[in-house]
């Protein structure tokens, strides 16, 4: 604005000091209202003088009297009416001159505005004759395609075109549900609950690698060649993983549930946010609707989104709200009328997959599911699983290159991708992928290029040992045996021994070697406070939970008596002051472990017969008491049957 003042004194001769002529004010007068007219215009300048009363005063032969005039105009204002003198005119034409100013900027500011706007208006002029034009040109033709797109299309089309092998693990899926190894019972179970009248919602536990998601897809095909089903022949099996859905807690998206995209800010279609509508979008639950929504690691989902979850399970149904969608709107189109009214159908079967234990699981969906278990798989069935899958790559496997394999791994995919691996390098020694053979060494190699140890090491021996048994304990899905061994010696002085114990061991199991002194002490009339004992737990383990009670008694008792125990039998149970064992969690997993270990036997509480009546390769036997145990156990008495 002072540039614009400046510029205004440089027009007008400024009047300064007394005796102002009629002839220098007339100039100045005649200055300013020029310039007041060519920022107001001839029109304008008639509505003011009107407006303000001063057509007669700018139109008078004194200029004093015209100054008035231009005040009321130029300063929007009837209280002028007195003659300045001639001391006050420089001020009032200082105080013109500034308003007029002011007028000037503001003009120019405008002026640009316009500008910018004429332009904007423009390229939106010409924004909507090209989208008219290609509607035409669609509605002619047929063919909205531009020379770009063309190109975008025909490089997509090209890439289309290129196809490496499929993967291994599509090559030797199984297809039918008798090709799924070791897994019968859970089969079974999986096939009652699904392919019925009235299937019911499932959670299948099991560790990795042992056919979850294969038996679930397979069981719904099928379940769908049932008359009885409850499934169309068209029914959908939706896969995805609790892992990587989240709540979002700002609700502007939510493939599982489903969500509503608003208009202005999480991107509704462009025809519906033009017209400011909502978007409904469905999600995974809908997708399912009338089939199978099968959820890998289900243990794993956002509480949040569980509870979502839950309730569409209730309602079979998915309600949306949006502040947006008014209904009364006749430009909401009706399907979207009929989502936000009925909400979008989710009727389907659940069925989640998981890792975890039972006990992991939140309580409120495992109320709603059945519940099915696929146990881990053997060594000889993973040897299955390798020949079946070598028989499907026209693989020639040499003798005991499948045992090999089924050392380094308990999981199905790992195996037939170590099977996958040693095929790779069977064909780059030969270089070619005629008649290729697999040899145990090239078995080996492969996996232990893979830095894989063997997960089986059998530890039963022929041999009796004093102080040595074998117990059982449980990491996951997959038992174990536990080397527990026991070293007595006298005191040096009489009631002054020592017991040690391992100190990775947990403070229960700490607690069954106390209990064990007592029961030792009731078996064999010995008091331990008379013997310095070291109780050990080969490898160090971090071992606790009551379990170990029994094998430790067996160990201790063997060290004081010198007796040798037998070391083809397992032992697991809870031992009691008074000798009994009792049950114990696990048993079946246990068995998978003393089984690994080629033990011959297994002894478990009786209390637990009922959990594992028999077990192939392995004789289960149940008792009541420790002695029991330990007359099974001791070398040179035979086992009773």
């Known amino acids: 604005m002072e540039d ?78 007195r003659q300045p003198t001639d001391e006050e005119v420089p001020a009032i034409i200082d105080k013109l001159e500034d308003k007029l100013a002011s007028m000037l900027a503001r003009q120019a500011v405008e ?9 904007r208006l423009e390229e939106r002029h010409q924004e909507y004759i090209d989208e008219i034009r290609r509607e035409i040109i669609e509605e002619e033709t047929g063919d909205a395609e531009t020379a770009q797109s063309r190109r975008h299309l025909e490089k997509l089309k ?97 493939p599982l549930i489903g969500s509503v995209h608003d208009p202005i800010y999480q991107g509704a279609s462009k025809e519906l946010a033009d017209a400011g509508i909502p978007e409904p979008k469905p999600g995974l639950v809908t997708e399912a609707h009338g089939g199978i929504l099968f959820m890998d690691e289900i243990g794993e ?50 069925i989640g997959a998981t890792t975890r234990q039972p006990w992991e699981i939140n309580p409120a969906i495992r109320s709603r599911c059945a519940e099915v278990f696929f146990d881990p798989l053997q060594p000889e069935e993973i040897t299955e699983i390798i020949e079946n899958a070598a028989r499907k790559l026209d693989i020639t496997l040499e003798e005991d290159a499948a045992e090999t394999i089924s050392r380094y791994t308990a999981e199905g995919r790992k195996a037939v991708s170590l099977l996958a691996d040693a095929y790779g390098l069977a064909v ?77 061991a947990g403070s229960m199991a700490k607690d069954s070697a106390a209990t064990a002194a007592a029961v030792v002490r009731s078996l064999t009339g010995k008091s331990l406070s008379d013997y310095d004992l070291h109780v050990n737990v080969v490898g160090g383990g971090n071992i606790d939970g009551p379990s170990a009670g029994c094998a430790i008694v067996c160990a201790i008792v063997s060290a004081l008596e010198k007796k040798p125990l037998r070391q083809d039998v397992a032992v697991t149970g809870e031992i009691s ?41 392995l004789t289960v036997v149940p008792v009541k008491h420790i002695g029991e145990i330990l007359r099974r156990m001791t ?7």
């Open 4 to 81: 614009v003042k400046d510029l205004l004194g440089r027009l007008m001769t400024r009047v300064a000091g007394s005796g102002v002529s009629d002839e220098d004010l007339k100039r100045q007068i005649d200055a300013i209202y020029s310039i007041y007219a060519g920022v107001m215009g001839p029109e304008q300048i008639i509505v003011q003088a009107s407006r303000y009363n001063a057509v007669k005063y700018i139109h008078d032969e004194n200029p004093r009297i015209r100054l008035i005039g231009m005040e009321r105009m130029i300063l929007e204002s009837r209280d002028y009416s």
């Open 111 to 119: 002026r640009q505005l316009e500008d910018k706007i004429a332009d």
């Open 158 to 254: 090209k890439l289309d075109g290129v196809h490496l092998t499929a993967t291994v693990m599509e090559a030797v899926r199984p297809q039918h549900l008798s090709d799924i190894v070791g897994q019968e019972q859970a089969v079974k179970a999986l096939q009652s609950r699904i392919a019925s009248p009235f299937p019911q919602h499932l959670i299948l536990y099991g560790p990795p690698g042992v056919g979850k998601t294969t038996a679930a897809r397979l069981v719904l095909e099928e379940a769908k060649k049932k008359p009885y089903t409850a499934f169309a022949p068209d029914a959908p099996f939706v896969e995805c993983d609790g892992t990587t859905l989240r709540w979002d807690s700002r609700d502007m998206t939510n």
């Open 301 to 350: 989902l956002d509480p949040i989104l569980l509870n979502k979850l839950l309730k569409v399970l209730e309602d079979k149904k998915v309600r949306f709200e949006s502040a947006y969608y008014d209904e009364e709107d006749p430009a909401v189109p009706e399907y979207i009328r009929k989502l936000f009214r009925d909400g979008a159908p989710a009727d389907f079967i659940l």
């Open 428 to 504: 780059n020694e030969k270089g070619s992928t005629e008649d290729i053979r697999i040899s145990r060494k090239l078995a080996e190699d492969t996996c232990r290029a893979s830095r894989l140890t063997p997960w089986i090491r059998p530890k039963k021996t022929e041999e009796p040992r004093i102080g040595r048994v074998y117990g059982l304990g449980v990491a996951g899905y997959w038992g174990s045996t536990i080397e527990i061994e026991a070293a007595a010696f006298p005191a040096r002085s009489e009631g002054r021994g020592t017991l040690r114990f391992n100190d990775t």
């Open 577 to 617: 002051l008074s000798g009994e064992v009792k049950p114990v969690g696990g048993v079946r997993e246990k068995a998978f472990g003393a089984r690994q270990a080629q033990m011959k036997e297994m002894i478990i509480p009786w209390e637990n017969r009922e959990d594992i009546e028999d077990f192939p390769g």
């Open 635 to 641: 070398a040179g008495d035979s086992p009773e049957e």
